[in-house]
């Protein structure tokens, strides 16, 4: 598993920041031949609906928790399509 923390960025860096650290963790996934899951940390009060059209386009399997403790969501891309 892999874990990105993009706690820290805001729009539009927000999202570039996602596409960066997910092609870089499917470059080390082919490299590597191990990763099951992807896992992207985000405040919860981002707004994640480019993240998800992005998502859905490039047929990528995941799925959203809400971590209320700390504020935060995570994303979750699962193993089948990474």
């Not at 963790?25 to 990763?35: F, R, S, T």
């Not at 896992?39 to 609906?49: E, G, M, V």
């Not at 998502?55 to 990474?82: A, P, T, W």
Request: charged share 25%; with cysteine.
């Amino acid at each position: 598993m892999v874990k990105y923390d993009l706690t820290h960025y805001q729009c539009p860096q927000f999202f570039v920041q996602f596409k960066y650290q997910l092609k870089l963790a499917l470059i080390n996934k082919e490299q590597e031949k191990g990763l099951d899951t992807i896992t992207f940390l985000i405040l919860s009060n981002s707004d994640i609906k480019d993240i998800e059209r992005y998502l859905i386009f490039h047929k990528f399997k995941y799925q959203i928790q809400n971590c209320d403790s700390n504020n935060e969501l995570i994303i979750n891309l699962v193993r089948g399509n990474i």
